[in-house]
């Protein structure tokens, strides 16, 4: 049987997370390179300095050590008894000046039917699903910065796209207020230009609000101060072939891999040793133990002693029996009831992941190509003297409005990619 042992690298690496914690991230320098471009150097980072996953660590250890003491023999005893005492004279008071029987006993108590390894077993299965919890926290921390480093992204990506609309408006207007000097046009024209841009200035700060608190929320994950500065995020994750996304694989990848049901297998292990040590509660226990008396005139004699506990408490263990059984059967069941919602939560979300991908293909194979070469076409006949502002803006704003929806569909494929890879437990 072997014993979990905390090796001396792994305590290392615990204290130096704890310290990391404690003390907090380390001050960004000036002239060092600032996290946020890539989404790999954001997940490793996160993982090593996560309060979170650090205090995980810690109850694992916890596990790990309780593991190792379970199962050992309880502390001996040692007694100290006065036997013997004389009355004194014709009294019933002890006598002070006569000498009685000193007895020194040292005894164990051993358990029988294989109670110790029992016990032990069940604080490995114990060890284990502590263990589990921990991956689970480590992909649950992954799934939120996945989630937010998508956001921080799609905000930059809404700021670069409004910025650029932006411009064009501002050469529209430019060109506005050139026909109207020339008596070409309305002045109407130019006011409609700067009342554009000015809702645009209304959307870029909102949106730049909303890339702040990403930043704030990305860095709280990385145990970084909330202004901490972040670089511009250069790519998201790449989506995966539709090969990758058939449901009856990626469960049966869950079932091997979800640190949620191997927990799960860890309860009804450790259930069913606790059920085993309700049964072997029927077995005595030995007491072993030898002794020394001394008398006035010095070490007289020895002794030795055996004895074992009688099981006549048959209610009591007839009740932990029960509680036992009842335990172990509860968490088959909430097995069974976590694979079948695993099966469908998988399916769920590869359904609304497909459904997104699909999405994103007709705006990115058709509306936005189309949008773009609409507004190019209607900003060119304006500047060249044809047509009137107020359509190449009805234009601006729908083209604006399917950019915008474009980058929330990528958004959600981001969002949807990291709960599906939460689901199974790892990434795609």
Same mark, same amino acid.
């Given at each position: 049987m072997v014993i979990p042992t905390r090796a001396g690298t792994k305590g290392i690496l615990a204290a130096v997370v704890l310290a990391l914690v404690v003390f907090g991230a380390p001050p960004v320098r000036a002239g060092e390179p600032s996290l946020g471009a890539s989404i790999e150097a954001l997940l490793a980072t996160a993982h090593r300095m996560s309060p979170e996953l650090a205090a995980a660590t810690l109850d694992a250890e916890a596990a790990a050590a309780r593991a190792e003491a379970a199962g050992s023999l309880p502390d001996p005893k040692f007694t100290l008894k006065y036997d013997e005492w004389p009355r004194s004279g014709a009294g019933y008071a002890p006598s002070l000046s006569r000498f009685g029987t000193m007895k020194y006993e040292l005894s164990q108590e051993v358990p029988l039917g294989g109670k110790r390894d029992l016990k032990h077993e069940q604080a490995l299965a114990e060890h284990r699903q502590s263990q589990t919890q921990a991956q689970t926290a480590a992909l649950d921390l992954a799934t939120r910065v996945k989630i937010v480093y998508a956001e921080y992204r799609q905000a930059q990506q809404a700021i670069d796209q409004l910025g650029r609309i932006k411009a064009a408006i501002g050469r529209l207007g430019q060109s506005a207020l050139a026909r109207y000097s020339q008596n070409l046009g309305s002045q109407a024209a130019s006011i409609q230009a700067d009342l554009?841009?000015?809702?645009? @200035?209304?959307?870029?700060?909102?949106?730049? !609000?909303?890339?702040? %608190?990403?930043?704030?929320?990305?860095?709280?994950?990385?145990?970084?101060?909330?202004?901490?500065?972040?670089?511009?995020?250069?790519?998201?994750?790449?989506?995966?072939?539709?090969?990758?996304?058939?449901?009856?694989?990626?469960? +049966?990848?869950?079932?091997? =891999?979800?640190?949620?049901?191997?927990? %799960?297998?860890?309860?009804?292990?450790?259930?069913?040793? &606790?059920?085993?040590?309700? @049964?072997? =509660?029927?077995?005595? @226990?030995?007491?072993?133990?030898?002794?020394?008396?001394?008398?006035?005139? &010095?070490?007289?004699?020895? +002794?030795?002693?055996? &004895?074992?506990?009688?099981? !006549?408490?048959? &209610?009591?263990?007839?009740?932990?029996?029960?509680?036992?059984?009842?335990?172990? %059967?509860?968490?088959?069941?909430? !097995?069974? %009831?976590?694979?079948?919602?695993?099966?469908?939560?998988?399916?769920?979300a590869v359904f609304s992941l497909e459904a997104v991908v699909e999405r994103e293909k007709i705006l990115r194979g058709g509306l936005v190509p189309q949008a773009n070469a609409a507004l190019q076409s209607a900003s060119r006949a304006y500047e060249l003297g044809h047509g009137e502002l107020s359509a190449v803006l009805d234009t601006e704003r729908r083209v604006r409005t399917i950019q915008l929806d474009y980058l929330k569909l990528q958004l959600e494929q981001q969002v949807r990619l990291a709960e599906l890879e939460r689901l199974i437990g790892g990434d795609l």
């Open positions: 554009e841009r000015a809702e645009l @200035d209304a959307e870029l700060v909102r949106m730049t !609000l909303e890339r702040r %608190q990403a930043g704030a929320r990305l860095n709280a994950l990385l145990n970084r101060p909330p202004g901490a500065p972040l670089a511009e995020p250069a790519r998201l994750r790449p989506l995966p072939s539709p090969a990758k996304l058939d449901s009856a694989a990626l469960f +049966e990848r869950a079932r091997q =891999a979800s640190p949620r049901l191997r927990g %799960q297998h860890a309860l009804i292990e450790a259930a069913d040793r &606790g059920r085993d040590l309700a @049964d072997r =509660a029927w077995y005595p @226990d030995l007491e072993v133990g030898v002794g020394v008396v001394q008398k006035s005139s &010095g070490v007289d004699s020895y +002794e030795a002693l055996v &004895g074992v506990n009688i099981p !006549l408490q048959w &209610g009591l263990r007839r009740a932990q029996q029960a509680e036992a059984t009842a335990t172990a %059967q509860a968490a088959r069941l909430r !097995l069974s %009831q976590a694979e079948r919602q695993l099966e469908a939560d998988i399916q769920q």
